[in-house]
């Protein structure tokens, strides 16, 4: 049982190149997450998916496209990298928090460490 | 979602007790209170979660008064591996929306 798994683990980029992360998880779970995490910034949600098919902004979604065509995949993509990009993302999955007894716990990924150059 | 406000960092020495303190408002009368612990270079991780009144498990206990205002987080007699940040989070049990964690307190345990 692997969890969550995010790929590529790290990667650097110049301005302007494309690029996708993967997250992939293996719960069944229904809700999915991208955050970013810059350094004195704590974790802030770039977008989320509360279902497959579906997806939502966050706080700080621009830039940044999302997709969740697969219930066990969210891809996060940056169109046309920007060195504000640089950053630590990380992909969480829960179970559907409309169901008694689940706490919404998030369980998240490994990081995708990423540098625009 | 609740606005949540907690201290920015906290010391404190080994084996001694740790509470910290997360001030929560607004927060909606369906909104639980979760508190999570981020290792350096790792993704956090969930420690706790309660609604009211006082929940406890292997590894800490959350207090939240009645008027749900604030709530703390303890951690007994603490270890350098306590190290971490925590997280204190309001969202609500009863709906799909949106998890937002804040910049989280970072506690440094000293020997």
């Known amino acids: 049982n692997a969890g969550v798994t995010q790929t590529p683990k790290f990667r650097v980029l110049k301005t302007g190149q494309s690029m996708t992360l993967l997250c992939a998880q293996d719960?069944?779970?229904?809700?999915m997450y991208w955050y970013r995490q810059d350094p004195g910034m704590g974790l802030r949600l770039i977008h989320y998916s509360v279902g497959e098919g579906t997806t939502a902004k966050g706080e700080v979604p621009d830039g940044y496209n999302v997709s969740r065509l697969k219930k066990q995949n969210f891809l996060l993509g940056l169109e046309s990298a920007a060195p504000s990009q640089t950053s630590v993302y990380f992909c969480?999955?829960?179970?559907?928090?409309?169901?008694?007894?689940?706490?919404?716990?998030?369980?998240f990924g490994e990081g995708s460490r990423l540098t625009v150059l | 979602l609740a606005k949540i406000t907690q201290p920015i960092s906290m010391d404190s020495y080994e084996g001694q007790e740790v509470n910290i303190t997360c001030s929560h408002n607004?927060?909606?009368?369906?909104?639980?209170i979760t508190w999570y612990q981020q290792f350096p270079s790792q993704g956090p991780r969930f420690i706790i979660q309660?609604?009211?009144t006082k929940v406890t498990n292997e590894v800490a206990s959350l207090f939240i008064p009645a008027d749900r205002k604030s709530s703390t987080l303890s951690l007994p007699r603490v270890s350098l591996s306590d190290t971490a940040v925590y997280y204190c989070?309001?969202?609500?049990?009863?709906?799909?929306?949106?998890?937002?964690f804040g910049k989280g307190t970072r506690l440094h345990i000293l020997p």
């Open positions: 309660g609604y009211k």
């Open positions: 969480a999955s829960s179970y559907i928090r409309l169901k008694a007894a689940n706490t919404g716990e998030l369980f």
């Open positions: 719960m069944n779970h229904e809700y």
């Open positions: 989070l309001g969202y609500p049990m009863n709906r799909d929306d949106k998890i937002i």
């Open positions: 607004n927060i909606a009368t369906n909104d639980y």
